[in-house]
């Protein structure tokens, strides 16, 4: 594909591109590949160094893609639930590992029909791009676009040049048709609001935006307890809003992370509470009662560390329990001590926010656009896909289909 960063500074006027892309992110590379492939000449604008960024950190730098698991009606949150049905449906993970495969790329499944990469995160970023080249798709890195403007028969793009902190010129491009898929607010170091500064300015709704698949963080009254245990894993289920994730579960000095968290953190609320199971696969009362039988002239303490890490055991003695030998508890000592450990009420005290947010809750109302074409009902040529709409899925390559499938049929109809 053709990078055209250092080239002249003079930006191409009415009818020289078809369609600007702004984002070269997972759902802005997809949709240039294939409106390319359908003849359109496509400019996609990158604020960014690099393409693909949030492609390359993700996965712990081997992208988790995908999801053979990805169904529309269960793993995605939105107003609209029913928003992101039609395009999952037209473009389902056998359809990008189709394109993998072709590309030669290894990947397994990790867990829980989560595809990554063999080697590196890079793979897929290079796929992408060797798609955009063989589209004719051209890019341009450190491009920002910092307004998008309707004007008859199109709009017209500010574009700022440059590396991010610098001054540098800033220049117009109008273009009648503009696909939005700068993303949403998560890592702010490579994130844009473009879109929903857009959606502002435009007067579209928007569905107030908050971090989501993120760590939550610590009350006063947990901290002291519970911080020392950073590092401490646990395979548990974290409930919340309904919604059960059995997964492991991360103690951290700043709070609760982990699979099972990050992914309840998308259903959580502020002042609420999550229910955590430390030991879902045990009857813990009836167990309790089996050992106390066996052995019952052993700590508490002693026996519980077979079952739960020694660490979390040693910080819950004279808090959840009172050490004593297994003859010494009671049924209804055994009875609260099953609660405290099975039916764990956590009350965080917040997330931390997007600095640490693997993608954003809430974006431009899809109530805006069309879920067939993702046009604006109210701004024909304007179009917006991947995160910087209101639609958000669960941890494990979920989102990156999203981003492949809004693409791949954006471009249907551009």
């Not at 700590?299 to 329990?321: H, I, N, Y």
């Not at 974006?363 to 040529?381: H, L, M, N, Q, V």
């Amino acid at each position: 594909m053709k990078d055209v960063s250092n080239a002249s500074p003079q930006i191409p006027g009415e009818g020289a591109y078809d369609v600007v892309v702004i984002g070269a992110g997972a759902s802005g590379l997809m949709c240039a590949i294939h409106a390319g492939r359908r003849g359109l000449k496509v400019l996609v604008l990158e604020k960014g160094p690099k393409p693909g960024l949030k492609i390359l950190v993700s996965g712990g730098g081997r992208c988790n893609f995908t999801n053979l698991w990805a169904e529309p009606t269960n793993h995605y949150l939105s107003a609209n639930e029913h928003f992101c049905i039609s395009a999952m449906r037209r473009y389902s993970p056998w359809d990008f590992i189709d394109m993998v495969n072709a590309h030669g790329i290894d990947y397994h499944e990790k867990k829980l029909g989560q595809l990554f990469c063999d080697h590196s995160a890079q793979d897929i970023v290079d796929m992408l791009l060797a798609e955009a080249t063989a589209a004719g798709v051209t890019l341009r890195l450190r491009h920002e676009v910092i307004g998008v403007q309707p004007i008859p028969g199109g709009y017209q793009l500010t574009i700022a040049k440059g590396k991010k902190g610098q001054a540098g010129e800033t220049q117009e491009m109008v273009i009648p048709t503009v696909v939005l898929a700068s993303g949403g607010l998560s890592l702010p170091k490579i994130a844009s609001d473009l879109a929903l500064r857009t959606a502002d300015t435009l007067q579209m709704d928007i569905v107030p935006p908050c971090p989501a698949l993120v760590p939550l963080t610590w009350n006063n009254s947990d901290r002291d307890l519970f911080g020392p245990l950073s590092g401490v894993a646990i395979d548990c289920e974290v409930t919340s809003r309904g919604q059960t994730f059995r997964e492991n579960l991360l103690f951290t000095h700043r709070g609760l992370s982990g699979p099972a968290i990050l992914q309840a953190s998308s259903y959580w609320g502020e002042g609420e509470s999550l229910a955590i199971n430390l030991l879902p696969e045990l009857q813990l009362s009836q167990w309790l009662k089996e050992q106390q039988h066996r052995r019952p002239k052993a700590q508490l303490s002693t026996v519980l560390k077979t079952v739960l890490p020694k660490r979390l055991v040693d910080a819950l003695a004279g808090q959840w329990f009172d050490d004593r030998t297994l003859a010494d508890q009671s049924a209804e000592q055994r009875e609260h001590l099953a609660r405290q450990v099975t039916q764990w009420t956590f009350k965080p005290g917040g997330t931390e926010g997007y600095r640490t947010a693997e993608v954003t809750l809430g974006g431009i109302s899809t109530d805006e656009f069309s879920s067939k074409t993702f046009e604006a009902k109210r701004y024909p040529g304007l179009y917006a896909i991947g995160e910087a709409l209101d639609v958000t899925g669960w941890l494990g390559g979920y989102n990156f289909q999203w981003a492949w499938a809004s693409g791949y049929c954006c471009a249907q109809h551009l």
